[in-house]
């Protein structure tokens, strides 16, 4: 810096450095990412082609492509069924959460923060003890169940524990909170003014609504279902503390597998069935829900 | 459309809408009341009789005492490397301009679209085949791990909005890029890395899938709950849970109080109003400090 010649050289390498900045910021996070996420799915992807068990000493790589037809064979209900009660879950959640979100969004007024405090609430109290405080609202002593007995609602032996419905409710409840928060930053985000205009040019509430609102709305809408349909078709708490033994789905296999049975390459060729069945999901809907929703976000950046 | 029944369906979105609150924050409502529960069998399902008991003891069942103590370090201890980690990340993602953003964006979303279970059971193959013993360090390494997404997408979400101009007055009225930092950037920064703090150490403690797979034989707060849940639940872990519960919502109000005063300090700069520029601080304050 002092000596002229010295600015000259520091300046390409100035440049250089500069250049390099990012590279330095990104690269223990996502080298972190790799090691314990990349890997970690390479390794699984190895175990579930491996033969072998633990009685005949261990397991041995053997491209045992018959894995993946065993495991899909013998538990292909369990995952009929993990997507059926997690597209269930989505549905009834979006059904809740457009609304609610609608409701904070534009009604919320001074309540804004408060509301969108007790959406997310739930997040703040341990994911187990909530859905256990679901087996106790859904016991078969509990109010509800005798209420709905009165009322001639549910059968006098009748139950709600253990059935599809309170499993559904369950994943319904405890994803909730991903479905409403980007619901309501999308509306959140909306220029009233273009609402007004369409009203102003003689369109019905409802009209607006349908015509204007909603489309715009979209983004939130694809994210929020991605986010409660994902992390529902993998669940397994659920299952276990509101269902009974039909009630099984994927996630308590992969569990059971894994920790209990320790058939490692069979849970393997699950947990990877799951995910790839999950990805061309999320792409078709994707597709089809058209790809700006997702990138809305770096549409933004970019402008 | 007639006033009366415009004023219905107003009503009806305003009542929908409670109804949906109320059904988010009734689990919680059980969970607290039932921490005052006086259960004669082993299992807390239904009101027996009220006592303080187990608030009084809610610190003295040593299983349960430890199972805790254990979440609170493990979640500590993985907060504090994936903020940093992933602050980092959300600061080379807003602030540079690099080859190679699209893929570093993509290995940053696809740990938060794949099922915990799917998670677990990756690092769970890993470290067996490494014949790794499992404990606290592979606790620590998957907690870190899916903590990392969460405080780039809160980070990053709050840099957007983040006024350069600010940090380039100070540097005008002749400021060094450290006091710059220390002055500007760091106190505008602070909400923004508090939230995504926060949110990592609610993920950590809350965690029970990837720490099943992971854990060997260590307990966990919720894997104690888990394994008690079949004998049945000591009361105290209610009392926990709301004391959890009550702690994180004590530490999300000081985040909003953060991010209001970063605010302020950010509209010391007069506004203009025709000229609408990126990151006045006209933006609306970001959705909830927990973020997603």
Redesign the interface.
């Known amino acids: 810096m002092t000596s002229p010649k010295g600015r000259d050289r520091s300046a390409p390498r100035g440049a250089l450095r500069r250049?390099a900045?990012?590279?330095f910021?990104?690269g223990?996070?996502?080298i972190?990412?790799?090691l314990?996420?990349?890997?970690?799915?390479y390794?699984?992807g190895?175990?579930s082609l491996e033969s072998g068990s633990l009685e005949t000493g261990g397991f041995e790589f053997t491209w045992e492509w018959s894995n993946y037809g065993h495991a899909l064979g013998d538990y292909q209900d369990r995952f009929v069924r993990s997507f059926f009660f997690a597209g269930s879950a989505t549905v009834i959640a979006l059904l809740?959460?457009y609304?609610?979100a609608?409701?904070?969004a534009f009604?919320g007024g001074r309540w804004k923060?408060a509301?969108?405090?007790?959406?997310?609430?739930?997040?703040?109290?341990?994911?187990?003890?909530?859905t256990?405080?679901?087996?106790?609202?859904l016991?078969d002593?509990?109010p509800v169940v005798s209420t709905m007995q009165t009322l001639g609602l549910l059968g006098d032996g009748g139950r709600l524990l253990a059935t599809d419905g309170a499993v559904i409710a369950g994943l319904t409840?405890n994803f909730?909170?991903?479905m409403v928060?980007?619901i309501?930053?999308s509306l959140?985000r909306i220029d009233v003014r273009l609402i007004e205009a369409a009203r102003d040019l003689y369109s019905?509430?409802r009209t607006a609504f349908w015509r204007v609102t909603l489309p715009l709305s979209a983004p939130g809408v694809v994210a929020g279902t991605?986010?409660t349909f994902?992390?529902a078709?993998?669940?397994?708490?659920n299952a276990e503390?509101l269902g009974g033994t039909n009630q099984a789905m994927i996630?308590n296999v992969?569990?059971s597998l894994?920790?209990n049975l320790r058939d490692?390459p069979s849970?393997?060729a699950l947990?990877?069935t799951?995910?790839a069945v999950?990805?061309i999901a999320?792409f078709i809907y994707i597709r089809f829900a058209g790809s700006e929703a997702l990138m809305g976000e770096?549409a933004?950046?970019a402008? | 459309?007639s006033r009366a029944w415009r004023a219905v369906r107003e009503r009806a979105?305003?009542v929908?809408?409670a109804l949906?609150?109320a059904?988010?924050?009734?689990?919680?409502a059980?969970?607290a009341v039932?921490s005052f529960n006086d259960p004669e069998g082993k299992f807390?399902?239904?009101w027996q009789g009220f006592t303080l008991e187990h608030w009084t003891n809610a610190f003295s069942l040593p299983p349960l005492n430890d199972a805790f103590f254990l979440s609170l370090e493990l979640a500590a201890a993985s907060t504090l490397v994936a903020t940093i980690?992933?602050t980092?990340?959300a600061?080379?993602?807003v602030?540079?301009q690099?080859f190679g953003r699209r893929p570093?964006?993509f290995?940053?979303v696809?740990?938060m679209?794949?099922?915990?279970?799917?998670?677990g059971?990756?690092?769970?193959?890993?470290f067996?085949?490494y014949g790794l013993e499992l404990g606290f360090a592979t606790l620590f390494?998957?907690h870190?791990?899916f903590s990392?997404?969460f405080v780039?997408v809160v980070v990053r979400s709050r840099l957007?909005g983040f006024d350069r101009a600010l940090e380039e007055a100070a540097r005008d009225l002749g400021a060094t890029p450290l006091t710059t930092f220390r002055t500007v950037t760091l106190p505008l920064l602070t909400p923004a890395v508090l939230g995504a703090s926060l949110l990592a150490f609610?993920l950590s403690?809350?965690d029970?899938?990837i720490s099943?797979?992971n854990a060997g034989e260590s307990v966990t707060?919720?894997l104690f709950?888990?394994g008690a849940?079949q004998r049945g639940?000591p009361v105290e872990?209610?009392s926990i849970?709301?004391i959890?519960?009550l702690v994180?919502?004590v530490a999300?109000a000081f985040t909003?109080w953060q991010q209001r005063r970063a605010q302020q300090m950010a509209s010391i700069r007069p506004e203009q109003e025709d000229e609408p520029y990126?990151g006045t601080p006209a933006m609306?304050?970001a959705?909830?400090a927990?973020?997603?």
């Open positions: 250049r900045i990012p590279y910021l990104l223990p996070g996502l972190w990412l790799l314990f996420f990349v890997v970690p799915l390794f699984m190895r175990l809740i959460a609304p609610l609608y409701a904070i009604r923060n509301l969108l405090f007790a959406v997310v609430a739930p997040f703040f109290t341990t994911y187990l003890i909530r256990l405080a679901w087996q106790t609202i016991s002593d509990s409840y909730l909170p991903f928060l980007p309501y930053a959140e019905s509430a991605l986010l994902i992390p078709s993998g669940d397994y708490i503390f996630g992969i569990q894994y920790l490692f849970a393997a947990s990877f799951l995910m999950i990805l999320v770096e933004e950046k402008k | 459309m979105l305003n929908y809408a949906a609150i059904y988010l924050l009734l689990p919680i059980v969970i039932f807390n399902f239904t980690l992933g980092l990340i600061m080379a993602l602030r540079y690099f570093a964006n290995l940053i696809v740990p679209a794949t099922p915990e279970v799917v998670i059971a990756a690092l769970l193959s890993m067996l085949i390494i998957a870190v791990m990392i997404s780039v957007i609610a403690i809350d029970f899938v099943n797979f707060f919720p709950i888990y849940a639940i872990a209610y849970a709301t959890l519960f994180t919502v999300m909003v990126a609306p304050p959705p909830g927990a973020g997603g």
